[in-house]
Every structure is written in structure tokens, then in C-alpha cells.
């Protein structure tokens, strides 16, 4: 098992940009794929961004793709969520999520492992 806690979260301004963190408990970290979702209130939780548990291979849901960056650093036990380009629509809860695997996943159902969130609006 491992604990999980985001931050970073905030509001902001359509175009603008921010970094979410999330720590995590352990001596074990580096043997944990790690992921970011969010969920909009009312909406199912969705992927966001994935990252293997060496950091060498990320995955993105299509609509992120080259206005977010998931990264890992181990030696801190730490993951990163940098988001840019921001949207309205990207307003949500932002959850960080482990499991004991090498590949980034990107079904929610795989993650055993959840922190509680960090809130992101996105104002227009």
C-alpha cells in the first residue's frame, strides 16, 4: 500500500497554467506505476495522464496530449502533473493514483492506491 496526496490545485485563468503534485508514503514508490484523473462534477472519473514506474514511458488521454506533462522523481517520491494551456472544461478534481505494476494504465479500475483529490477550476 501506499498513501497518496495532491496539491497544487487552484484557480486560474483560461490559457494559464499549473502544477499539480503528488506525494507519496513508502520506501517502494519506484515500483509503482502512477496516473492523474479528474472528475467533473458530474461526470465519471477520467484519465488524464499515466506514467510508467520508471518514468520512461507516459501515456495521455487525447485531449491532453501536448498541453500536459506527467513526471515522476523518485529519489522524492514524488509525481508531477504540469498543465498548460488551460480550458474551462479541464475544471475538475484531480486525483493521483498507484498501483503496483511497471506500465502506466489508463483504466481507473486498475489503480488499488488514491489520494483525495486536488480542485482545479478554470475560469473563462
Known amino acids: 500500500q501506499v498513501q497518496l496526496v495532491e496539491s497544487g490545485g487552484g484557480l486560474v485563468q483560461a490559457g494559464g497554467s499549473l502544477r499539480l503534485s503528488c506525494a507519496a508514503s513508502?520506501?517502494?514508490?519506484?515500483?509503482?506505476?502512477m496516473g492523474w484523473f479528474r472528475q467533473a462534477p458530474g461526470k465519471e472519473r477520467e484519465f488524464v495522464a499515466g506514467?510508467?514506474?520508471?518514468?520512461?514511458?507516459?501515456s495521455y488521454a487525447e485531449s491532453m496530449k501536448g498541453r500536459f506533462t506527467i513526471s515522476r522523481d523518485n529519489a522524492k517520491n514524488m509525481v508531477y502533473l504540469q498543465m498548460n494551456s488551460l480550458k474551462p472544461e479541464d475544471t475538475a478534481d484531480y486525483y493521483c493514483?498507484?498501483?503496483?505494476?511497471?506500465?502506466?494504465?489508463?483504466?481507473?479500475?486498475?489503480?488499488?492506491?488514491w489520494g483525495q483529490g486536488t480542485q482545479v477550476t478554470v475560469s473563462s
Open positions: 506514467i510508467s514506474w520508471s518514468g520512461g514511458r507516459t
Open positions: 513508502g520506501r517502494t514508490f519506484s515500483t509503482y506505476s
Open positions: 493514483a498507484a498501483e503496483k505494476v511497471a506500465a502506466p494504465l489508463q483504466y481507473a479500475s486498475y489503480y488499488s492506491n
